[in-house]
């Protein structure tokens, strides 16, 4: 499935009430089919990297729970929104294009929610503790994460289709 198609699939099941199901779908598919990189770039952000570095992050949060390699990722970091490639476009040239676009402003709350969330289930995996961890997995298959998780995916599907129009 092409990249664009793709997110027109998110976005409709978006609007029927279905978006947990089609991204769970494309997450458990892999990677999102290979397209031209010129479909995938926008107002210069490679939409589809940026997406599948958000869905990277459970696989890695999964597997620091699974394995105790907690430790080696860092709370403080995580919990920072303007270190990843998405966060540096959206404090650099994302913010100068589209700052006082709306679709803009809540995909930069969900975004910086997003890394909130996820540093709390590392700082609950980090803990060592039984009922921490336990938490920490009820996060990653039906908490606040997944729901930021999907926000900032819906977010960016929404705003590659605004952008990509122009």
Not at 26 to 51: K, M, Q, T, W
Not at 131 to 139: D, F
Request: hydrophobic share 40%.
């Amino acid at each position: 499935m092409s990249f664009g198609k793709w997110l027109k699939r998110v976005f409709t099941a978006k609007q029927g009430g279905e978006v947990s199901s089609a991204l769970d779908e494309s997450i458990s598919a892999g990677p999102v089919a290979a397209a031209d990189s010129v479909e995938e770039e926008a107002a210069g952000l490679n939409f589809r990297s940026a997406i599948e570095a958000h869905q990277e992050w459970k696989v890695k949060l999964q597997s620091a729970l699974d394995n105790d390699s907690a430790n080696e990722l860092s709370v403080a970091n995580l919990c920072r929104d303007d270190l990843c490639m998405l966060g540096k476009w959206i404090h650099g040239s994302g913010g100068q294009q589209f700052g006082e676009v709306e679709l803009f402003q809540k995909l930069r709350q969900d975004h910086a929610r997003f890394h909130q969330c996820a540093g709390s289930v590392l700082e609950m995996v980090q803990s060592g503790e039984g009922v921490k961890k336990e938490a920490a997995q009820k996060e990653l298959s039906s908490g606040a994460y997944v729901a930021a998780s999907q926000d900032v995916i819906l977010d960016l599907a929404q705003l590659y289709q605004t952008v990509s129009a122009k």
